[in-house]
């Protein structure tokens, strides 16, 4: 884990300095702002010095003494930045985890139980839909769906009146208007997920076990949920860490689109502005959600499969 | 099973229950105490009548970073930084486009041309209730000159690199002397943000001064004397402002302005979902682009809104070629090939190719109709300093092939492109940014007719940055499709980097040693007319000339530029759209929430 981290972090450090310019650049176009005062700045920020020694420099502020740096544009600790983003897209992506599962896992079992009925078949064609659909599309769509009926707000994690709600009022609040972000954000694994439970349920179904279960009298709802069920399923834990994973890196775009104040935009204004610090500690934060991500889900695979020794 | 639904269904009708972001006004009173004293030198906004209450929600693409004027130096920070959380020794009126008196009831210079007097206005106080006085303008300008924080103002406020010097006249005048005549200090010295010295004086002391007013600081900590104050700051989600209690504005009859309870900027990052916001109702205006305007002009009743044609804008688009013919002094080799050099300083060749420009042709297909065609980098709009007599060179194909055959570029083999008197074929790239759909659009349409002409363009998309690298340092392009924001005010005191020769933006040909051609020496020495110049008329002279210097050589070629458009709810009055940002909210403090009579003046316009 940490020399995946060391790796991630030297690999990102390089490409934001190969890249040409930095933070100063766009500055260096204003015309009232003369070079001395960029040259400056740039000493100030270290920016004048090699590459490797200014990650020498981050590396050894992170390890030693949990100094993520300053941001240059905000002028704030770059952990106190990032927090509040990273909590609101932790919550985005555990909510779309959260309708993935809800809703993938009971559908593929109903279509790998009912194959070929017209539950099946709808099923299909949502999930072939929503893994062939772009993501910014759909979001883009669902914003209009909820300019033109007011169901929905059109963005943003709060209203515009919610500190005068109750503590009640804030949580539902919150969750009005995390439902259509975490609906675009799920569509796509959702679909994955859904044809895979599908897929593997149909060929545990076929296994002789099943059968066996069957000729011994079991009730039909024992045989598929108990015993057919668990073993189909393991697959998709597996990708569960990964899919928690690809949900956080994936909220950058709907995040941007729905206005969601996440992790993502921060990333992408940090990136846009060259913000060195910034970017490294973001990069960092979403490795490590990554990591820890499949972890859960090596232990999550370990509890429900007797067969692995921990 | 049954109980799941229920559950469900009840959840789902609270979801539904909730009002959500409509920017519905709550009933506010139409009074509202103000149990401060009206400062003896208040400031009365003429024939300005109004209502207290109601709010106003508008949309920023990026946050803030910083609170701090001094510091700030990017247009999301100083756009509140200098924009609606402060006020000036002048204000610079939009519709005008001259200076009035703000913090400072009168000014004047002294027959040298170098000493001017501000006199302060009696009883001014920061939003804390702090006098607010000549002494925080001192610790301002001792901020300014900072070798350490050297704020980017700085710059403005220095004469041939020699400072201002400060002083307090009496109890109420600023006295500062200039190191000679300098025709730029009003906009220097307006761009100074005033800092209040009993809140950040301790911090200038140790050191902390620039990290000082950050987005992390609480509210009531952010002392401020412009017409509101910060209420409410959630990153990345919105900026909320409030009225500052002690603001010097009043309206006629008395009432302390702003009207406004609040003043909300929604962070949105994307275009289109801002567009939806508006047409939601819930934000109450959008600065929109040209192909959105038929949607938004067809809703207007509906929406209950307003479009507005604010005239063409004082951004600009235009492309150069690479005349920079000296050599990388690591390599020993020129940064230009100087086959394409011979021809980059042809000025025929660059006429002709000002010939090519289908401007009419552009705005209609990339603006769709809503732009102007540009020759210069001052479009007419800017009534001040924009020179109406300058040698434009219209579209004309014909003339161009015209012009590059009696140059001597010519296809003797018959492939279509021409070649010139050495025999090299006519081939260069254009350079421009992938991301900006509009400047491609211009790019086809331009490419299209030169090829037309005989020589061979491509374009190659190069992102932003590496753009600057290269008109800055490494010089290894052919030319660059770019596009430049007016400053505000727009005015060529600020412009010594780009019209001079020796400047770090003299985007055809930089940091020049010494002025390489007669024309640019000319410019350079306008510029320091101007500079230096005591007057208007003079300055405004050697503009003109500098102008005509840039048209009759070409070394930039001007298109476009869009007409700007914004979408106001009509419940509004006190609006005074401006094409320069930020459009009516440079007048925040006049706006009042009043639909009744907003109704009528609606009527009476389109009546």
Redesign the interface.
């Known amino acids: 884990m940490i020399p995946v981290l060391f790796g991630i972090s030297f690999l990102t450090f390089l490409v934001m300095h190969l890249?040409?310019?930095d933070f100063l650049?766009?500055?260096?176009?204003?015309?009232?702002?003369?070079?001395?005062?960029i040259d400056?700045?740039r000493s100030r920020f270290g920016l004048d010095q090699h590459w490797t020694v200014q990650y020498a420099l981050w590396l050894k502020n992170v390890m030693f003494h949990l100094d993520f740096g300053e941001?240059f544009?905000?002028?704030?600790p770059v952990f106190?930045?990032l927090q509040?983003?990273l909590l609101?897209t932790f919550l985005l992506a555990s909510s779309a985890a959260m309708i993935t599962w809800v809703v993938a896992v009971p559908l593929g079992v109903v279509s790998a139980v009912r194959q070929y009925s017209w539950l099946d078949k709808v099923s299909s064609l949502i999930a072939f839909v929503g893994i062939s659909i772009p993501e910014v599309f759909l979001a883009?769509l669902l914003?209009?769906f909820?300019?033109?009926t007011?169901?929905?707000?059109?963005?943003?994690?709060?209203?515009?009146?919610h500190?005068s709600l109750s503590v009640m009022?804030k949580g539902?609040?919150i969750?009005?208007?995390l439902?259509l972000p975490a609906i675009v954000l799920a569509t796509v694994p959702l679909a994955g997920r859904m044809r895979q439970m599908r897929g593997n349920l149909l060929d545990v179904l076929r296994a002789d076990y099943v059968t066996t279960a069957r000729a011994k009298g079991l009730p039909e709802r024992d045989v598929i949920l108990k015993h057919a069920l668990r073993n189909a399923i393991n697959p998709l834990i597996t990708l569960f860490g990964y899919t928690l994973a690809t949900l956080l890196s994936g909220s950058f775009l709907v995040e941007?689109?729905?206005?969601w104040?996440?992790l993502g935009?921060?990333t992408?204004?940090a990136l846009n502005?060259?913000d060195l610090y910034l970017m490294m500690g973001s990069v960092m934060m979403a490795s490590t959600l990554l990591i820890v991500g499949n972890l859960v889900a090596d232990i999550l695979l370990a509890l429900s499969d007797p067969r692995i020794q921990v | 099973m049954g109980r799941f639904n229920w559950l469900f269904l009840v959840v789902l009708a609270?979801?539904?229950g909730?009002?959500?972001?409509?920017?519905e006004t709550?009933p506010s009173p139409v009074t509202r105490q103000d149990p401060n004293p009206r400062p003896g030198g208040a400031l009365v906004e003429e024939g300005l009548v109004g209502r207290y209450g109601g709010r106003y929600?508008s949309v920023i693409r990026?946050q803030p970073?910083?609170f701090?004027g001094m510091?700030a130096?990017?247009s999301s920070s100083s756009d509140f930084t200098s924009g609606p959380l402060a006020e000036s020794l002048l204000k610079y009126n939009y519709s005008t486009q001259e200076y009035e008196p703000a913090l400072a009831e009168s000014y004047e210079v002294d027959s040298s041309g170098t000493v001017w007097r501000f006199h302060f206005r009696e009883g001014l106080r920061w939003s804390d209730g702090a006098a607010l006085t000549v002494d925080d303008f001192l610790f301002s300008m001792d901020l300014v000159y900072d070798?350490?924080l050297?704020?980017?103002v700085?710059?403005?406020c220095k004469l041939n690199g020699q400072p201002f010097r400060v002083e307090k006249e009496g109890k109420r005048t600023l006295k500062i002397t200039v190191p000679g005549t300098y025709g730029g200090f009003l906009d220097a010295i307006t761009s100074v943000r005033i800092m209040p010295r009993h809140v950040l004086g301790d911090a200038y002391e140790n050191g902390t001064f620039?990290?000082a007013y950050?987005?992390?600081t609480p509210p009531e900590d952010l002392v401020v004397c412009g017409p509101w104050m910060l209420s409410?700051f959630?990153?990345?989600?919105?900026v909320v402002l409030k009225p500052n209690p002690y603001y010097f504005r009043f309206d006629q009859d008395g009432k302390r302005l702003p009207y406004l309870n609040e003043l909300?900027y929604?962070?949105?990052?994307?275009q289109?979902?801002q567009l939806?916001?508006f047409?939601?109702g819930?934000c109450d205006e959008i600065y929109f682009r040209a192909e959105d305007y038929a949607a938004l002009k067809d809703g207007e009743k509906e929406g209950d809104y307003t479009v507005y044609d604010l005239g063409q804008e004082m951004a600009t688009n235009f492309f150069w070629l690479n005349q920079n013919d000296r050599a990388n002094p690591e390599s020993g080799r020129p940064y230009v090939d100087p086959r394409k050099q011979k021809w980059f300083r042809d000025r025929e060749f660059r006429i002709a190719l000002a010939h090519c420009v289908d401007r009419q042709g552009i705005v209609d297909n990339v603006f769709y109709g809503i732009g102007e065609p540009l020759f210069g980098s001052i479009p007419p709009v800017n009534k001040k300093w924009h020179n109406p007599d300058v040698p434009k060179y219209r579209y004309d194909l014909d003339e161009a092939r015209n012009i590059l055959e009696h140059a001597g570029y010519i296809d003797r083999n018959g492939d279509g492109v021409r070649e010139d008197k050495d025999g090299n074929r006519i081939s260069l790239t254009l350079l421009i940014q992938p991301d900006n759909r509009e400047r491609q659009g211009i790019a086809s349409i331009l490419i299209d007719d030169i090829n037309k002409v005989g020589i061979e363009i491509k374009t190659a998309a190069v992102?932003?940055?590496?753009i600057?690298?290269k008109l800055?340092e490494t010089y290894d392009y052919d030319a660059i499709l770019l596009g430049l924001t007016g400053?505000i005010p727009p005015s060529p005191y600020?412009?010594?980097?780009?019209y001079k020769s020796s400047?770090?933006?003299h985007l055809w040909n930089p940091e020049q040693p010494s002025p390489d051609t007669r024309w640019e020496a000319e410019n350079d020495r306008l510029m320091d007319v101007i500079l230096s110049s005591e007057d208007y008329e003079t300055a405004r002279k050697a503009f003109f000339k500098i102008q005509e210097n840039l048209a009759q050589y070409q070394p930039a070629i001007y298109i476009v530029s869009r007409r700007g458009l914004i979408a106001v709810r009509n419940k509004f009055t006190g609006l005074n759209p401006s094409v320069m940002r930020p459009w009516v909210l440079w007048q925040s403090y006049r706006i009042s929430h009043d639909p009744e009579k907003a109704a009528q003046e609606l009527a009476t316009r389109s009546g």
């Open positions: 890249a040409p310019g650049s766009t500055m260096a176009l204003d015309p009232s702002v003369s070079q001395e005062s400056a700045m941001s544009s905000l002028h704030q106190n930045v509040t983003g609101n883009l914003i209009l909820a300019a033109k007011g169901w929905f707000p059109t963005g943003g994690i709060r209203g515009i009146d500190d009022g539902l609040d969750a009005h208007h439902v941007v689109v729905m206005s104040p996440g935009q921060m992408l204004e502005s060259r | 609270c979801f539904f909730c009002s959500g972001d409509r920017s709550p929600v990026v970073k910083t701090n510091t130096n990017e070798e350490v050297h704020p980017s700085a710059d403005l620039s990290s950050g987005i992390d409410k959630k990153p990345q989600e919105r909300v929604l962070v949105v990052p994307d289109n979902a939806l916001k047409q939601a819930e992102e932003f940055n590496t600057i690298t800055r400053g600020t412009g010594s980097n780009v400047g770090r933006t």
